[in-house]
């Protein structure tokens, strides 16, 4: 099966039917918005109210009014570029309330085919729109509405004089009509400001993507940990099992997408987990719930093999992961001095180590160890999401690797945790109390690969480094100098330089990693989706009573 697909095949796919584009509809509509708000200030020139014509059939709305219906209309243009459902009900209910009124004589009637056309075709498109209203967006904007109403009319009773008998005409306040009222002069004016910030409200609601699903249960994240432990997983494929994600499964439940949806975008992290048969069935089963709940789709840590299976149009490389293997890895001649020196420096100062199973740790050795995490954050809290499994020495990993370091007192000093990642092992956590020993990093990855080598792993993922590729050159155009420059500079806080040089030393290969994702018109909320996942807070660990999410294959065995 041809894992390749054309951006056309991964919409059919994922809808069932070959997406046409809306932008026209998208166009039609803004320009609709700008009719109706250009003679809503009031130094617009005359002229303006004869285009403003063509869409109301009458005089230029009032200025509130036609600002509100302008900005609202505007609002549902990008709706129907995002295709949903709702942005297509409100401009047929338009082209219908402007039909009824051309027929009823309160509108120019020349307008009646006009409308009668724009009310065909819009319901020939229907098809197109495949985003649904959620229903819990639909119910806050029902709950919106009446409490806009209840809080008008009550107001308009104890505030604005307005009397029982003609209630009726706060809608007409609210509406922005201009039509007269009873009651105190500011009222109209308030009522129209509230009906304006009202409707937009509203169509903000009805036009919002789904919320966030809540995470997997632990029946689905059992399910992931086999297909992590499968052969063909990546070496990103053990941090699917984060508790904060939500998964989609290939029709034949042998890969899945593990994801989680932040400010309307669904950050898929790294590749599908499972048979790589099945990657470009997870992918669409992942599309085709993006587009059914209206979440923007993307990618955080993709491989370049998998870039045509995700099917999205814009690709970003941001940085390489950090590949060692095993296989190949010797700590002899002169390229590995530096870590040859850094090891022994820890020899010389007594430093002790230890690998083992996480699940073989004893509660004293464990709270130690979390207290040597603390410490080496400085009291943080833990953060990341790519390539970080949280959890951390819970339990809930029982088949993780632990390596610990202990100083001459047999206290520990380090430790990091490494997981099971297809055919090899990933590092999850690497840390280190301040001031202890230098090199006791170096000789827990040093051990670590020889650990790997010894059962037949055949890779060791360390981390990732941003900007690999500014930093590994010295042939940097003026605008790459300057960059580099910056990176040297926030070096202190992002530590990207210094992280490269620190793997650098153990003569790694690197694997690219992208952004995907499916239009620049999203970057703004992809941007601030992935700065709050990367460096937003990792809920508190807590102690399992069972292990409860245990790859099928041990680390510990050849």
């Known amino acids: 099966m041809s894992l390749v697909r054309t951006d056309e095949a991964a919409q059919t796919a994922a809808s069932g039917v070959p997406e046409r584009p809306v932008w026209p509809i998208a166009l039609g509509t803004l320009l609709v918005a700008a009719l109706v708000a250009m003679p809503a200030p009031a130094q617009a020139p005359p002229w303006l109210g004869g285009p403003a014509r063509l869409v109301t059939g009458g005089a230029p709305l009032a200025p509130a009014h036609a600002a509100a219906l302008g900005l609202a209309l505007a609002i ?32 120019e009637p020349w307008r009646v085919p006009l409308l009668a056309a724009v009310l065909g075709g819009l319901w020939l498109e229907r098809g197109r729109f495949s985003v649904p209203v959620h229903p819990e967006r639909g119910r806050a904007a029902v709950k919106t509405g009446a409490l806009l109403a209840v809080v008008a009319v009550s107001g308009s009773l104890l505030f604005g004089g307005v009397s029982a008998r003609s209630v009726g005409q706060v809608a007409g306040g609210l509406g922005s009509t201009g ?26 609601i009805l036009l919002a993507p789904a919320p966030a699903p809540p995470p997997a249960d632990e029946a689905d994240r059992r399910r992931v940990a086999d297909l992590v432990a499968h052969p063909g997983s990546d070496t990103l494929a053990p941090f699917a099992l984060r508790r904060d994600k939500a998964y989609a499964f290939s029709p034949d439940e042998r890969a899945a997408v593990g994801y989680r949806v932040l400010f309307g975008v669904a950050v898929a992290g790294g590749d599908p987990v499972g048979d790589p048969a099945a990657h470009a069935g997870a992918v669409d089963s992942f599309l085709a719930r993006c587009r059914t709940a209206g979440w923007r789709p993307a990618v955080l840590g993709a491989s370049g093999g998998l870039l045509p299976v995700w099917g999205l149009a814009r690709t970003i490389g941001y940085g ?25 420096r820890t020899v010389n100062a007594g430093v002790t180590t230890r690998i083992l199973l996480e699940r073989d740790l004893d509660a004293d050795l464990r709270e130690r160890l979390l207290d040597v995490a603390s410490r080496s954050l400085g009291g943080a809290a833990e953060r990341g999401f790519a390539m970080n499994l949280d959890e ?16 001459e007192d047999k206290e520990p000093i380090a430790f990091q945790r490494y997981v099971a990642a297809g055919e090899g092992v990933s590092l999850d956590a690497m840390r ?49 100098r300057v960059a580099h420059r910056a990176l040297h500079l926030l070096d202190p806080w992002i530590a990207a330089e210094s992280l490269f040089l ?21 970057v703004a909320w992809l941007a601030a989706a992935l700065f709050t996942l990367e460096f937003g807070r990792i809920r508190p660990v807590q102690r399992a009573a069972s ?11 050849p």
């Not at 951390?392 to 100083?407: C, K, N, Q, S």
Request: charged share 20%; net charge positive.
């Open 76 to 107: 549902v243009a990008r709706g129907v570029l995002l295709r949903r459902r709702a942005a297509w009900c409100g401009l047929m209910l338009l082209a219908v309330l402007g039909l009824l009124s051309a027929l009823t004589g309160d509108g």
């Open 320 to 344: 390489d992961e950090v590949v060692v293997r095993p296989g190949g890895f010797s700590m002899s001649g002169r390229r590995m001095r530096n870590v040859r020196q850094a090891v022994q």
């Open 179 to 204: 039509a007269p009222m009873d009651g105190a002069s500011w009222l109209p004016d308030v009522l129209g400001l509230a009906g304006a910030a009202g409707l937009l409200v509203l169509v903000v």
């Open 432 to 480: 280190r109390v301040p001031g202890g020993p230098n090199g006791v990093n170096e000789r827990l990855i040093a051990e670590m690969i020889e650990y790997a080598a010894d059962r037949g792993h055949g890779v060791v993922s360390l981390n990732f480094v941003p900007f690999r590729a500014l930093l590994d050159t010295r042939d940097r155009t003026p605008l790459e």
């Open 502 to 522: 620190f793997d650098r030393k153990f003569g790694p290969s690197y694997k690219p990693r992208h952004v995907v994702f499916r239009s620049w018109l999203d």
């Open 392 to 407: 951390l020495l819970t339990g809930r990993h029982p088949g993780a690797v632990v390596a610990v370091a202990y100083d």
């Open 547 to 557: 292990p409860v999410t245990e790859p099928a294959r041990d680390l510990s065995r």
